[in-house]
Each structure stands twice: as structure tokens, then as C-alpha cells.
């Protein structure tokens, strides 16, 4: 069974930074991409960046480009979201999520949920202004 766990968020001002950090269990990590995605209060949940499984391939939402940056590191199963410059609008519960396939888009858009398999519980992010 895999576990997805979700930590690093918190509450920020206004241009600050945090970085998220997604550890999970399971021998299919290296074969499979992993996503980022978000839900503010009141909102559906939204795709924010996914990477491939080799890690060459990135993909993120408009709205976090130049901001965001997700990595990840196959020895230690984990996946990373480096989020710079926050805004009060980046304000939600960022969870990570892990692919069926190799890659983000081969079968739909990467930020589409239903691409997704395991999910973790969520970590929140508050950016205040």
C-alpha cells in the first residue's frame, strides 16, 4: 500500500517562502510521476505542478510559474515543491499525489485529478498579506 506524506507547510507573510516535502512508501515511486495540488476554502482542487518520473519532464500551473519549482529526489522516495514569492492567493491545502504513469500528460492534462492514484492528507499553506 502506498502512504503519500505531506509536510513544510505553514503560515507566511506576503512574498515569503516554504517548501513543501512529500515522502512516500512504496517500491513504485521512481516509476511513476508525482503532482502537486491545491484546494482553497470554497474552491475546486486544482493542479500546481507535476514532475516525471525521471524528473526531466516539469509541468506547472500559470498562476505559480516563476514561483514555484518541483523536484524530487527517487533515493529518498520523496517529492518537493519550493514555493517562492507567495501570495495571499496561494493560501490552501496543498496535497501531493502520485501518477499512474511515468509521465504528467500522457493520458490527459497533468493537472487532471483523476490521472492521480494515492493521495496524501494535505498540508496547509497560509499567506497573509
Known amino acids: 500500500q502506498v502512504q503519500l506524506v505531506e509536510s513544510g507547510g505553514g503560515s507566511v507573510q506576503d512574498g515569503g517562502s516554504l517548501r513543501l516535502s512529500c515522502a512516500a512508501s512504496?517500491?513504485?515511486?521512481?516509476?511513476?510521476?508525482m503532482g502537486w495540488f491545491r484546494q482553497a476554502p470554497g474552491k475546486e482542487r486544482e493542479g500546481v505542478s507535476c514532475?516525471?518520473?525521471?524528473?526531466?519532464?516539469?509541468y506547472g500551473a500559470d498562476s505559480v510559474k516563476g514561483r514555484f519549482t518541483i523536484s524530487r529526489d527517487n533515493a529518498k522516495n520523496t517529492v518537493y515543491l519550493q514555493m517562492n514569492s507567495l501570495k495571499p492567493e496561494d493560501t490552501a491545502i496543498y496535497y501531493c499525489?502520485?501518477?499512474?504513469?511515468?509521465?504528467?500528460?500522457?493520458?490527459?492534462?497533468?493537472?487532471?485529478?483523476?490521472?492521480?492514484?494515492?493521495w496524501g492528507q494535505g498540508t496547509p499553506v497560509t499567506v497573509s498579506s
Open positions: 514532475i516525471s518520473s525521471n524528473g526531466y519532464d516539469l
Open positions: 512504496g517500491r513504485t515511486f521512481s516509476g511513476s510521476a
Open positions: 499525489a502520485k501518477h499512474r504513469d511515468a509521465y504528467c500528460s500522457r493520458f490527459g492534462r497533468f493537472g487532471s485529478s483523476a490521472s492521480y492514484i494515492h
